[in-house]
């Protein structure tokens, strides 16, 4: 994003997803073709697609959209920014692209999914925003996806994760799939979370780094390769 609104992008392009009104990739980064009067607030990127919020909680979104992922209420690929579909009266003030799905939150704290896996609320796809069934008495603050699971922190610092957790991506359970959130057992007050495809780490409030999920490269970097179903701590030498 530059400073007027302008949404640039490069890299793979064969779905769409640079935005540009084709599916040419590009070496440096190219303007993306903005719908008229439209600026961005923040933007997002998927594996094969993008997403954007304007600066009123509108989101927009192009490439892929085999599952829907784009929430505009088809499964046709988009190679220029498109509108979800928004329930009535609804904004969002965050948003993440993963891999076949798209996560993103109302101003209230409200989790809303579509697209294909990940969803918090069935097995299936959808191709426009609805709202995920939410913990009693939890609003979240942010939300965050890897490639078959996603994550998101509450307002009160707890983390809650959903999806495939068959290599302990979910950190809240042993290896078991979830289709809604479930919060992860360690007490701390997280103040940052970022996942992989299918790992994930974050800071608590002490400073402390904590990762979990697949750890066949070490990623986790807690001096194995043994996956984690649960938060472990981050070795530092």
């Known amino acids: 994003m530059d400073t007027t609104g302008q949404a640039w992008c490069w890299g793979g392009g064969a779905n769409g997803q640079l935005g540009r009104g084709s599916t040419t990739g590009s070496l440096i980064p190219v303007a993306v073709t903005m719908p008229p ?33 784009l929430g505009d209420g088809t499964t046709t690929q988009r190679l220029t920014p498109t509108l979800a ?17 798209t996560m993103a939150l109302d101003l209230v704290g409200n989790l809303y999914t579509w697209g294909g896996w990940a969803l918090a609320r069935t097995t299936g796809s959808h191709t426009q925003p609805l709202i995920a069934p939410m913990p009693a008495g939890v ?30 991506e979910c950190g809240a359970t042993d290896f078991s799939n979830l289709i809604r959130p479930v919060a992860m057992p ?52």
């Open 37 to 69: 009067g439209v600026t961005f607030a923040s933007i997002t990127a998927g594996d094969y697609h993008t997403c954007a919020l304007t600066p009123t909680g509108v989101p927009y979104c192009w490439g892929l959209n085999d599952s829907g992922q």
């Open 85 to 101: 579909i928004l329930p009535q009266n609804v904004r969002f003030s965050d948003i993440d692209a993963a891999s076949y799905s």
């Open 139 to 168: 609003a979240f603050a942010s939300v965050h996806g890897g490639e078959f699971h996603a994550c998101a922190l509450d307002t009160a610092g707890a983390a809650w994760c959903w999806g495939d957790c068959s290599t302990g």
């Open 186 to 237: 360690t007490g701390s007050v997280w103040v940052g979370v970022g996942l992989g495809a299918h790992a994930g780490c974050g800071f608590d409030a002490l400073g402390a780094l904590w990762c979990w999920g697949h750890n066949d490269y070490g990623q986790l970097g807690d001096n194995t390769n043994v996956n984690r179903a649960t938060p472990t701590r981050t070795y530092w030498p």
